[in-house]
């Protein structure tokens, strides 16, 4: 079935760019970061330190396939995958109240005038991001919720892991080009505002997923 297959991978991968968007768009000390960097030092100095930060994206999205793997079972059953989008679903809408609610400005340090080689803030980038293990909940909430299972295929696992990275970079490849074009009217509270805007973007997605799993679950029966 080559147009079936070919369904199969589109969607996996349409999947994969909206959790990788989906991780990375938050305004954490790592997006914080590249907002510095890029009004401080340039716009490619903030797109490596988003780079750096996709890599360590890409570390805890392996780890939580593998856990989803070792389920795959219980994933790929038709009423436990409903049950999985629900809990995925109101997982993600708590993280987007507290999105929402955070003010990411208090995370804000002095940086150095040094602009340092691009690999040097890549590198930083990727350790201030990998020290934050937390970021499993929210892929954990994410692959459950887009019911994001990786079949065991070399094929198929490059492809879907290769997603969520292209989602990650195209989120810090567009937020860096939008403070570079704003740089002079940029400051602390467009920071709190992307941030709100962000927050109330996964609520509304959150619900809208929750209503239509909910919906499916009474409409086909899975009870």
Known sequence: MPFTFQLDILNLILKGILIGI?????MGPVGVLCIQ??????RWYGFVTGIGAAV???????ITGLGMTLIMDLVTNGQNR??????????LMAFGVYCYRSDPTKKIHATS???GTLIHNGITAFLVTFSNPLIIFLFMASFAQF???IPPSPLSIG??????VCGALLWWFGLTWLIDKVRNKFDNNSIVIINRIIGSLVIIFSVIVLVGTIFNLYTFGVY
Not at 22 to 26: C, E, K
Not at 82 to 91: D, E, H, P, R, V
């Open 56 to 62: 360590s994206d890409l570390i805890y999205a392996m």
């Open 159 to 164: 492809i879907g892991y290769l997603s969520i």
């Open 82 to 91: 409903f049950f999985l989008q629900i809990m995925g679903s109101i997982m």
């Open 22 to 26: 989906i991780a990375s768009a938050p």
């Open 113 to 115: 005038n040094k602009k």
């Open 147 to 149: 019911a994001f299972v």
């Open 37 to 42: 960097r890029t009004l401080n030092k340039g």
